[in-house]
């Protein structure tokens, strides 16, 4: 790739994450942004400052191209991508994909729980509830707007946000699970001694389904090679 070189090279998933948008169809700042808190946020969560700056970076570096547009009086910018933003695209595509990561405070304050309170972290799983179910609630809405026909997106997007929903509404029904038995779990803890919470600890990790080695081995596991590459 010869144009802007140097400008695609700096690019990260963000930069690629709104080019996708733009290849869907032309969206203002404003859209993209909304498009950003309705769907991305849950997978790549970035400040909208930030979607504000990188729009203009991609429309100077050629990857996209900004045009002005009135409403009455009121102005707006629109932003559509470029042959040249197509072409970044499909050379991303062709390249590893970061591996899977995922932000989530509320186990790291799990992981600190002994210096603070049942309470706080039962307060924590709580809210944490709360919001998985106030996404699934967003969810459901999604679906009824697909099924009606009131989506903003061309039909056929349809197949490919299907699998998206899929994946968005199981990670969060996975986390619903998780927090209704752990917070079982964590009621039952000051009626247990260390010993007893340790033993319990040992009967819920030989529940976790995944392959249990055959063989036992002194080394400590460690992360494989696959979480190692590098990040954008």
């Known amino acids: 790739m010869s144009k802007n070189s140097e400008s695609v090279r700096r690019l990260t998933t963000t930069s690629y994450a709104l080019l996708a948008q733009l290849a869907l169809k032309p969206w203002s700042t404003y859209e993209l942004v909304q498009q950003r808190i309705r769907y991305f946020r849950f997978v790549w969560p970035r400040a909208e400052s930030a ?3 990188e729009v203009k ?8 191209e900004a045009s002005v547009e009135y409403t009455g009086k009121r102005k707006r910018t629109i932003y559509t991508i470029t042959d040249y933003g197509i072409e970044a695209l499909r050379e991303w595509l062709q390249t590893p994909v ?3 990561a995922m932000e989530f405070e509320a186990i ?3 992981v600190i729980a002994p210096l603070g309170t049942t309470e706080q972290l039962l307060s924590t799983l709580e809210q944490v509830r709360a919001d998985a179910q106030d996404m699934l609630t967003f969810a459901g809405e999604v679906k009824l707007e697909f099924l009606e026909g009131r989506g903003v997106l061309p039909k056929d997007q349809t197949y490919i946000r299907a699998l998206a929903i899929d994946f968005f509404t199981s ?3 996975t986390v619903d699970a998780w927090v209704a038995r752990t917070t079982e779990e964590v009621l039952k803890w000051d009626e247990m001694t260390i010993e007893e919470k340790h033993q319990r600890g040992l009967e819920i990790i030989a529940a976790v389904p995944v392959p249990t080695p055959e063989s036992a081995s002194t080394k400590t596991p460690v992360a494989p090679k696959t979480q190692q590459r590098p990040r954008p």
């Open 51 to 53: 979607i504000y700056r």
């Open 57 to 64: 970076h991609l429309a100077k570096a050629g990857l996209a």
């Open 108 to 110: 790291i304050r799990l």
């Open 98 to 100: 970061a591996p899977f």
């Open 171 to 173: 990670l969060v029904n």
